[in-house]
C-alpha cells in the first residue's frame, strides 16, 4: 500500500520566528507513530535553522525550488547539493507558479528534476491544468504533457511524488471535489503506466494540492488514488496543518 504524504509548501511567507513557532507547534502536535509521511517546504534563508530543529523528528524539509547546475555563475539561484547542505531531504519542482510567474517549463523542468535525483533529494513534481484549460476539456491532455516533460525511460520515480494542483483550486478556496482529484489521479496513474508501467504506476505516490482544508482531508484522501495532499495556505498554522494529517490518518483507517 502506498504511503499517505503531507507536505506543507509555505511559499513565500512567514518570518524566522514565525517559522521556528509553527515547526516547534509541529513536533509538538505530531503524534509518535509514523504511519504517514508529513515535511515542510520553507523559503530557502529559514532552511538551516529549520533543519537544526528538525533533527531527530519524523518531519522532512523541503525547499520550493532549485537551479538544475551544482554550482556556478547562476546569480540568486542554488543548487540540489546547497539544498542537501543545508539539511533538505525533497525538493518542489514545476509548481503552478514557477511555471506561471517564472517561466518554467518542459526541457527546463526535467533538467531540475534529474539533478534534484542525482543529488539524492526526493522530488515533488507538481502538474495540473488552469480554469481555461478545464473548461475546453483539456485537463487529461494537460496532465499528460506535463508528466511527459519530465518522465520517460532516463528518469526513475522511485524517489518521485506528483502532485497533482489544478491551477483553479490553488489560493482560492475552490478545492476540487474528492470526485473530480479521484478522476485527475486516476488519469495521472494511467498516463504513468503508458510511459513506464503497471508496477510504477500503482507504486509512485500521487498528492492532491489546492485548497486543501482541515475538513475536506479525509473524504480527500480517502480516495482510492489519492495519495495525501501539498498544503498552501492551511500549512501556515500549526492547527490546520495538524487538522490535516488528522485527517490523513482518518483516510488511513
Ligand atoms: P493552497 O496552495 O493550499 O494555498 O491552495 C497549494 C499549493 O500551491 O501547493
Known amino acids: 500500500m502506498r504511503r499517505l504524504y503531507v507536505a ?13 513557532a509553527l515547526v516547534e507547534g509541529l513536533k509538538k502536535g505530531l503524534a509518535a507513530e509514523a504511519q504517514i509521511d508529513v515535511a515542510v517546504c520553507p523559503p530557502f534563508y529559514m532552511l538551516v535553522a529549520l533543519a537544526e530543529l528538525l533533527k531527530g523528528t519524523r518531519i522532512g524539509l523541503g525547499a520550493q ?7 556556478g555563475a547562476f546569480t540568486g539561484e542554488i543548487s540540489p547539493p546547497m539544498l ?13 507558479e514557477r511555471r506561471q510567474y517564472f517561466g518554467e517549463a518542459g526541457e527546463l523542468l526535467k533538467k531540475k528534476v534529474v539533478a534534484a535525483l542525482g543529488a539524492g533529494l526526493k522530488v515533488i513534481y507538481c502538474i495540473g491544468e488552469t480554469l481555461t484549460e478545464r473548461e475546453a476539456g483539456r485537463t487529461e491532455a494537460v496532465i499528460s504533457r506535463h508528466l511527459r516533460e519530465v518522465c520517460g525511460p532516463d528518469v526513475s520515480l522511485d524517489h518521485v511524488t506528483i502532485a497533482y494542483e489544478p491551477v483553479w483550486a490553488i489560493g482560492t478556496g475552490k478545492t476540487a471535489t474528492p470526485a473530480q482529484a479521484q478522476e485527475a489521479h486516476a488519469c495521472c496513474r494511467s498516463e504513468i503506466a503508458k510511459i513506464y508501467n503497471a508496477a510504477v504506476a500503482a507504486a509512485v505516490p500521487i498528492q492532491y494540492g489546492g485548497s486543501v482544508k482541515p475538513d475536506i ?17 492551511a500549512s501556515l498554522k500549526a492547527a490546520n496543518f495538524l487538522g490535516i494529517i488528522e485527517g490523513a490518518l482518518a483516510a488511513r483507517k
Open 8 to 20: 506543507g509548501n509555505w511559499k513565500m511567507n512567514l518570518n524566522l520566528a514565525e517559522a521556528k
Open 65 to 71: 525550488n532549485c537551479h538544475f547546475e551544482a554550482k
Open 84 to 96: 542537501k547542505d543545508a539539511g533538505c531531504d525533497t525538493v518542489i519542482i514545476g509548481h503552478s
Open 217 to 233: 482531508a479525509r473524504e480527500l484522501m480517502s480516495q482510492p488514488d489519492v495519495d495525501g495532499a501539498l498544503v498552501g495556505g
